[in-house]
């Protein structure tokens, strides 16, 4: 093989190569809630998502329910969206998906948390840690690194 061939060979890899990593960028961002600017599942689109995990659409978390999502109590009352962790204070199991009353339990020994994340029955002694939620494109974001007090809310857009 002379010279000129292997360099075009290598080309022809190169090439392969791009090809290969910008379809896998797009399978990416069409499986993942995560992407800028793209249209999600439900059409929507969110030109610069705030930090943190997105979960879903707004209007999976309708006024005056509480959802149980992943490691999460999300939550919408008046004044606006609300989130803190599902893991209880103890000792760290997730608590059970919220009463209609908002109130959790966790199973593990016990303790009882209100609507708002305030012990209502021990052992648990610390209340369940709200965190900032931000709204884009239709989504709710929930960022577990920016801890806000639990008076907290985001307004409904
Ligand atoms: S871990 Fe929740 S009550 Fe012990």
Redesign the pocket.
């Known amino acids: 093989m002379t010279r000129r061939e292997v360099l075009a060979a290598l080309a022809g890899l190169t090439a392969a190569a791009c090809s290969s990593s910008s379809t896998t960028t797009v399978s990416q961002t069409d499986g993942g809630d995560t992407d800028a600017g793209a249209a999600d599942a439900g059409g929507s689109t969110c030109a610069n998502p705030p930090a943190g995990t997105n979960l879903g659409p707004v209007s999976s978390y309708p006024a005056g329910t509480w959802t149980k999502k992943n490691s999460y109590i999300v939550a919408q009352d008046a004044k606006g969206f609300f989130a803190f962790t599902a893991i ?1 204070t ?4 997730i608590v059970n998906p919220p009463a209609t009353n908002g109130d959790t339990l ?1 199973a ?4 009882k948390f209100d609507g708002n994340g305030a012990v209502l029955q021990g ?2 002694a610390l209340p369940l840690q709200h965190f900032a939620v931000a709204l884009c494109g239709g989504d709710l974001y929930v960022d577990d690194n920016m801890s806000v007090d639990a008076a907290t809310r985001t307004p409904a857009a």
């Open positions: 209880c103890h000792s760290g199991c966790c593990c020994h016990g303790s052992p648990a």
